[in-house]
């Protein structure tokens, strides 16, 4: 085993790790963001290293597979902590970058579905078409955001959950589908394999619901003279 494919297993199971134990730990805890910072660093690692070695390969689809999910990982991560360098010129790089991986990937499902042809460990065209059409509407969001300034409140908690929940998303789906045969027969059986997969949207879909819940605490405003102060409460 190379080099490279030892640490993009080693970075891949890490992630897979520290992304369960993010979403199971208190959010916003100790527990969170540490395990949410181990997070970042395999994801980065694991899916820029998937990028090399898939470029080494001529698999054009699995290069953008993994650009993507460190674009979701990295953005992820700077919408609840910006950078203190320079944040406009990442963000400005990220949103390029995003689009860019967006638009190729349209391009290779548009040509997957033209040519019919599927070369080993490409994705499908339906996937690709997805994949670019998600990452598109990312980089548009990323526009937006730059343009107002800064999200704040749920949208910027929104923000970082789906991005890093769909990373993870990713991360699964290449382990336990992608990697199907690797898995000791035992542990593998077909109906269970999709389970994680479909866990990480469940609990993405869960917590987006609870931010869509969440409203402002409302403040009431009681005079007490005309000379004196007005004094709030919180209700």
């Known amino acids: 085993m190379s080099v ?3 640490l993009h297993v080693i970075a891949g199971l890490l992630g897979l790790a520290s992304g369960a134990l993010a979403l199971a730990t208190r959010k916003g805890g100790r527990m969170h963001r540490s395990s949410g910072m181990v997070f970042v660093c395999s994801m980065v690692t694991m899916s ?17 597979t993994g650009t993507m999910t460190a674009y979701f990982v990295i953005t992820g991560l700077t919408a ?11 963000n400005g790089a990220a949103t390029m970058v995003g689009l860019a991986v967006g638009i190729c990937c349209l ?12 070369d080993p460990g490409s994705l499908p065209a339906p996937m690709a078409l997805a994949f670019g059409a998600i990452t598109v509407g990312a980089g548009a969001s990323d526009l937006r955001v730059i343009r107002a300034g800064s999200l ?23 382990f336990f589908l992608g990697q199907a045969d690797e898995i000791p ?15 990480v949207l469940a609990v993405m879909a869960y917590w987006l619901w609870r931010l869509r819940r969440k409203r402002p605490v409302p ?14 409460e919180t209700a």
């Open 152 to 174: 704040r409140g749920p949208h910027r908690i929104a923000r970082h959950l789906w991005r890093m929940c769909f990373a993870l998303w990713i991360a699964c789906g290449s």
């Open 219 to 232: 403040v009431l405003i009681r005079p007490t003279s005309c000379a004196a102060e007005p004094t709030v």
């Open 185 to 199: 027969e035992p542990f593998h059986v077909p109906v269970l394999l999709p389970l994680p997969m479909l866990t």
């Open 107 to 118: 391009v290779v499902g548009i040509d997957l579905l033209v040519t019919g042809e599927l």
């Open 48 to 64: 820029l290293s998937a990028a090399l070695i898939a470029a080494s390969m001529g698999v054009r689809s699995q290069v953008l």
């Open 80 to 90: 609840v902590r910006p950078p203190a360098l320079r944040p406009h010129l990442l």
């Open 4 to 6: 490279s494919i030892l």
